[in-house]
């Protein structure tokens, strides 16, 4: 019963995680991800990605590789890049003046006062067209470079496999 029961889930898992899929459709679910992992959309970018990955019926832990790949260290030098160096000279945004000291007075309050929040709100205003339009063409760019990278990626590693296991690879 228990080897029974072990089967149908397998096949359930496999079947919800398309491990089957042809190297191109995981090298989309990945490309998929890293497009929303690099998008403008932080904070709901994981089940944005999610969800399309279910519409378009696409393997969800490429997916979830791909979101996941907008590492902690890396994403406010991401995001500050994209806006500063992309987006702010697309929307013709200037630095305002005495952005650096309102940076560092806001750092001075607590940030579990109200004030905090209020100030990074106003500091921030300004820069929401330029990180939106900014992110989104990182993130489309990215995604384009993570197509390639995840096929090549994935078809090696499927003829390895199939060596491996002394099977005839695939072309």
Not at 51 to 76: C, E, K, Q
Not at 77 to 85: D, E, I, K, L, N
Request: charged share 10%.
């Amino acid at each position: 019963m228990i080897h029974l029961t072990r089967a149908i889930v397998r096949r359930w898992l496999d079947a919800l995680l398309h491990v089957a899929d042809t190297p191109e459709r995981t090298a989309a679910a990945f490309a998929l991800g890293v497009f929303f992992g690099f998008s403008p959309f932080l904070g709901l970018h994981t089940m944005l990605a999610i969800a399309v990955a279910f519409l378009l019926n696409l393997n969800r832990v490429a997916v979830l590789l791909g979101v996941y790949s907008n590492l902690p260290w890396v994403i406010a030098p991401y995001y500050a890049f994209v806006t500063m160096m992309v987006g702010a000279p697309i929307t013709r945004t200037r630095i305002p003046p005495g952005f650096k000291a309102q940076v560092a007075t806001l750092f001075q309050l607590s940030l579990f006062q109200g004030e905090f929040w209020h100030r990074l709100v106003v500091i921030l205003r300004p820069w929401l067209w330029p990180y939106t339009v900014g992110s989104m063409i990182g993130a489309i760019v990215l995604s384009a470079l993570a197509y390639p990278l995840a096929l090549g990626f994935v078809t090696s590693r499927r003829r390895i496999h199939d060596l491996l296991h002394h099977q005839k690879p695939k072309p």
